[in-house]
């Protein structure tokens, strides 16, 4: 199912993935990533229309340190609606206040290398990685995540569903590990699309292996729902992925 919402020239598309965990129930999660600070009036409508169990954040909801109001704006509406869990982005390393206390004040539960049970689901969040002051010269193109927290993530009983911002981490860190669906962003969809493949994207270069869609039955990649790039997206509409988990 694709729907779309075209506000300010804008055009906002809804994905829709059904994962079978077996379970005794349907829930139905919404995901976004890369808000980038952008318009929340569209997303919160389709989410309102969505009516989600649960909103799930893949991180970059803010976009640097003067850019980021209606990040948090958009984490306290949907906590108001549902219960909403969001993990780290790389751009939410740039914010200097006390990242940690805005987020639980907006209503929503960071998961920063940290896990919840929710309706019978592990939700875990793992941080982006990069250090605070990758501006200054500690960027690393694909960072080291925390590797102990994924051994002991991957070892809950059920179903897991791991939020981590950066695709690049499953072939290195998560595809060995029995973790049920890993959640991304960050690729932007590849900016340009072409012949259903993207041409760049951070952490990955050009013609990158993870940009949109799902891989290997348990890794799904958002083309993300904001779009701050001074870059104009190519064949590469936004989007919030509706995921139902039966």
Same mark, same amino acid.
């Given at each position: 199912?694709?729907?779309?919402?075209?506000?300010?020239? =804008?055009? +906002? &598309?809804?994905?829709?993935?059904? !994962?079978?965990?077996?379970? $005794?129930? %349907?829930?139905?999660? =919404?995901?976004?990533?890369?808000?980038?600070d952008c318009d929340n009036e569209p997303i919160i409508a389709e989410i309102k229309n969505i009516s989600?169990?649960?909103?799930?954040?893949?991180?970059?909801?803010?976009?640097?340190? %003067?850019?980021?109001?209606?990040?948090?704006?958009?984490?306290?509406?949907?906590?108001?609606?549902?219960?909403?869990?969001?993990?780290? *982005?790389?751009?939410?390393?740039?914010?200097?206040?006390?990242? =940690?206390?805005?987020?639980?004040?907006?209503?929503?539960?960071?998961?920063? $290398?940290?896990?919840?049970?929710?309706?019978?689901?592990?939700?875990?969040?793992?941080?982006?990685?990069?250090?605070?002051?990758?501006?200054?010269?500690?960027?690393?193109? &694909?960072?080291?995540?925390? &590797?102990?927290?994924?051994?002991?993530?991957?070892? +809950?009983?059920?179903?897991?569903?791991?939020?981590?911002?950066?695709?690049?981490?499953?072939?290195?860190?998560?595809?060995?590990?029995?973790?049920?669906?890993?959640?991304?962003?960050?690729?932007?969809?590849?900016?340009?699309?072409?012949?259903?493949?993207?041409?760049?994207?951070?952490?990955? *270069?050009?013609?990158?292996?993870? &940009?949109?869609?799902?891989?290997?039955?348990?890794?799904?990649?958002?083309? *993300?729902?904001?779009?701050?790039?001074?870059?104009?997206?190519? $064949?590469?509409?936004?989007? !919030?992925? +509706? !995921?139902?988990?039966?």
């Open positions: 199912m694709i729907t779309m919402f075209i506000k300010r020239r =804008v055009i +906002l &598309t809804v994905t829709e993935y059904n !994962i079978d965990a077996k379970l $005794n129930e %349907n829930i139905k999660f =919404v995901f976004t990533s890369d808000l980038h989600p169990d649960a909103v799930l954040v893949g991180g970059d909801f803010i976009h640097d340190n %003067n850019i980021y109001e209606r990040g948090f704006e958009f984490l306290h509406e949907s906590s108001s609606l549902f219960p909403t869990f969001c993990s780290i *982005g790389n751009h939410e390393r740039k914010f200097s206040g006390d990242i =940690v206390s805005k987020i639980k004040e907006s209503g929503a539960v960071l998961l920063d $290398n940290r896990a919840v049970r929710f309706k019978n689901i592990n939700i875990g969040g793992i941080s982006s990685g990069f250090t605070k002051n990758y501006e200054q010269g500690e960027f690393k193109t &694909t960072p080291e995540p925390d &590797t102990k927290f994924l051994e002991e993530f991957s070892k +809950l009983r059920g179903f897991k569903i791991l939020l981590s911002h950066h695709p690049e981490y499953y072939d290195r860190y998560v595809k060995s590990l029995p973790i049920d669906l890993m959640l991304s962003g960050h690729a932007h969809g590849g900016q340009w699309r072409f012949f259903g493949r993207g041409v760049f994207a951070p952490g990955q *270069g050009f013609f990158p292996k993870y &940009t949109s869609g799902m891989y290997d039955k348990r890794l799904i990649v958002s083309r *993300g729902t904001g779009d701050k790039s001074p870059i104009p997206r190519i $064949n590469n509409k936004t989007e !919030i992925l +509706l !995921i139902n988990i039966t």
